[in-house]
């Protein structure tokens, strides 16, 4: 049974270029979750999706950072231009509601991005 | 402004022995509560959770706590084994909102052998 994929695992890129996370939740969930782990915040909400749509998206830190959903299989975060203060392991998780709210989400294995 | 707190990044115990993490949160309209368990390199995956209408709720060798009245929760492990040397999160939520989390910036617990 596949879990939450995301990738790539790793990324370096230099400041100033294009990064793209991407995402595969798990098959019949209807929520979908990005987040970002640092040590001072831990982990930070970014922006979620129910049924493919942007419901709150207050955790995007500025306009360089964007997410789609274009179908419920697939997500991208994307951050142009990067900075060294992207700089962090993002995650991606994905729940059901089926069975109420507050349930359990799952989460990838993150990807850990570096900014040089 | 942090929600759920998480005030010990780091606790050491003996294998064996009692673990206690502690986690406090703000908001009033919190009513279900996580935990999550993170080794390196892997994404955080669900331990045990609790409603508010529950002050206790227990999984094997892991019980979780609610205090509403100090909105504090703690999660206890009993007896510690050295594979539970993890990060723990605990995350907060109000199930009549969407099924967002809200998370502390975690604990990281060794056992010792």
């Known amino acids: 049974d596949a879990g939450v994929i995301q990738s790539p695992r790793h990324e370096v890129t230099e400041m100033g270029q294009e990064v793209t996370l991407r995402c595969k939740p798990i098959s019949g969930h209807d929520y979908l979750f990005w987040y970002r782990q640092t040590m001072m915040r831990g982990l930070e909400l970014l922006i979620y999706f129910n049924n493919n749509v942007p419901i709150d998206d207050s955790g995007m830190p500025e306009d360089r950072f964007s997410a789609k959903m274009p179908n419920a299989s697939f997500s991208t975060l994307k951050i142009q231009p990067s900075e060294p203060r992207d700089s962090a392991v993002y995650f991606c998780a994905s729940s059901y509601s089926g069975q109420g709210a507050g349930q359990p989400q799952h989460f990838g294995d993150g990807t850990r991005l570096s900014i040089l | 402004d942090q929600q759920v707190k998480q005030n010990s990044p780091s606790l050491s115990v003996q294998e064996g022995r009692i673990s206690i993490l502690n986690c406090d949160y703000t908001n009033s309209m919190f009513d279900y509560f996580l935990w999550y368990k993170k080794y390196p390199a892997e994404g955080p995956t669900f331990l045990i959770s609790i409603s508010s209408i529950k002050d206790k709720n227990e999984d094997g060798r892991f019980t979780v706590f609610l205090n509403k009245s100090a909105k504090h929760l703690s999660l206890h492990i009993v007896p510690s084994q050295p594979g539970d040397s993890a990060v723990y999160f605990c995350?907060?939520?109000?199930?009549?909102?969407?099924?967002?989390?809200?998370f502390g910036t975690g604990t990281r617990l060794t056992v010792i052998p």
């Open positions: 995350a907060a939520t109000h199930q009549t909102g969407a099924n967002n989390l809200f």
